[in-house]
């Protein structure tokens, strides 16, 4: 288990709030990043990845949830971006019949359900958790950094 340097916890007021922190945190993502999105079922990891995907190709992108795909790949001014649900994994092994290997050195990799990957979740990676609070869609987001992330969070005014 890597060591996680500090613990962000901010409050975000509406899917505005939600949509600039992805955008803000795609800016300073690069290929072999693994951001590693957690929380409850409806808390908001499928729109988080689909504002972090839609700030590095086009607002108008179509980005479904990958829940029943299992993964989607786009492309972006920052490299290849792939998005994985893996929420339906039976095992923590079936996720490299889905190329999440070459993900993790060659793009930039967004995980729902990063848990189901058990061991093989890398050290090196950020971890977000989104909560319902306050109200429908008010979330409370945990960023926790692992490795080069601490620097990066300050860079884009978080940390």
């Not at 979330?139 to 692992?146: D, E, N, Q, S």
Request: hydrophobic share 40%; proline share 6%.
């Amino acid at each position: 288990m890597s060591e996680s340097t500090e613990t962000i916890v901010i409050e975000l007021a509406g899917l505005g709030a939600t949509d600039e922190l992805a955008a803000k945190l795609a800016r300073v993502a690069r290929p072999g990043d693994v951001v590693a999105l957690s929380g409850d079922l409806g808390c908001g990891k499928t729109a988080f990845a689909r504002a972090f995907v839609r700030a590095l190709t086009d607002p108008d992108e179509d980005v479904p949830s990958p829940t029943f795909t299992l993964v989607q790949t786009y492309e972006s001014t920052a490299g290849d971006i792939w998005h994985f649900d893996l929420y339906r994994l039976e095992t923590p092994e079936d996720a490299f019949e889905l190329g999440i290997e070459d993900a993790f050195h060659d793009a930039i990799t967004l995980i729902e359900w990063p848990d189901r990957l058990g061991p093989y979740l890398p050290r090196v990676r950020l971890d977000i958790h989104l909560a319902v609070s306050k109200g429908k869609n008010h979330r409370c987001c945990t960023l926790t950094p692992h490795s080069a992330w601490s620097q990066r969070l300050r860079t884009c005014g978080h940390g």
